[in-house]
């Protein structure tokens, strides 16, 4: 976790002093800590430790439940609308998602596991929210970079198991981190930030999270040569129905 957000770090201090990106002011550092504590360091610590305990179709089932709670903490902080046709979107969208995850459940226990999920479910959606307050003063690449400047500065208290673990990791394996932490964390973040600043709302966004799942079935299908369960490609059509009709609210009303 430390390693892949150190490159991350990296590679946007790195960008951010070649563009001349502007500092935060003072009086907003408390908002980019927050970002980068609850957005970053606590829903990695979460989403880690909870994985542990609970199986892959569960974990990705609890995790994509952050559109749920951005749209009701988009409500009650950002003081956005969500019409009925909406809420029937997000909600058969998570329709779709509870299908595909079951395809792939081991384990129905209930543990601490996945109460960790849930937090960082929870954590994650706070951070889109946080997000969307940022890039009304900040470009993107602000809200975007200091946050996971900030958030990876909470890791460092795992940097004495970073120091004793890398020496032994195998080359591939870092090479993967880093391809991790350039792509999947840095440029993902950013295109993240850049996308919530061109929605209305944030539920437009939010929404894809439930993709998340399905493409990484679809990908394991033509990468690893995984099969794909029948129920799962029926989850998958039902989320994109969802995500169409919440979609489609937006196109009537632009």
């Known amino acids: 976790m430390l390693f892949r957000f150190l490159v991350a770090s990296g590679v946007l201090l790195i960008y951010c002093a070649w563009k001349k990106v502007p ?3 003072k009086k907003d550092l408390p908002m980019f800590i927050t970002s980068g504590f609850i957005g970053l360091f606590l829903y990695m610590w979460a989403f880690n430790a909870g994985t542990v305990h609970v199986s892959a179709g569960i ?51 209930l543990n601490f596991g996945v109460i960790l999920l849930l937090g960082a479910s929870i954590f994650t959606s706070i951070y889109i929210i ?6 009304e003063k900040y470009t993107s690449m602000q809200a975007s970079a200091y946050s996971i ?38 440029i993902a973040y950013f295109f993240w930030s850049l996308a919530l600043s061109k929605a209305k709302k944030t539920i437009y966004i939010s ?10 079935i679809i990908i394991a299908y033509f990468w690893l040569g995984e099969e794909i369960p029948p129920l799962a490609l029926v989850g998958g059509v039902i989320i994109v129905a969802g995500m169409a009709l919440t979609n489609l609210v937006r196109e009537r009303k632009s």
Not at 78 to 103: C, D, H, P, Q
Not at 130 to 135: E, V
Not at 153 to 182: C, K
Not at 208 to 216: D, I
């Open 23 to 25: 500092l935060p002011k």
């Open 149 to 186: 400047v900030i958030g990876t500065m909470f890791m460092l208290i795992f940097f004495p198991a970073l120091v004793r673990e890398f020496p032994q990791a195998p080359l591939s394996a870092n090479l993967i981190i880093i391809y991790m932490g350039i792509f999947p964390a840095a």
């Open 207 to 216: 929404s894809f999270l439930y993709l998340v799942p399905f493409l990484s």
């Open 59 to 109: 974990s990705s089932f609890i995790i994509s439940t952050s559109p749920i709670f951005t749209l009701i903490f988009a409500i009650f902080f950002l003081k956005e609308k969500a019409s009925f046709v909406i809420w029937i979107g997000v909600l058969i969208s998570f329709v779709g998602l509870g299908m595909i995850s079951f395809t792939q459940v081991t384990d129905m226990q």
């Open 130 to 135: 946080i997000q969307k307050f940022l890039l």
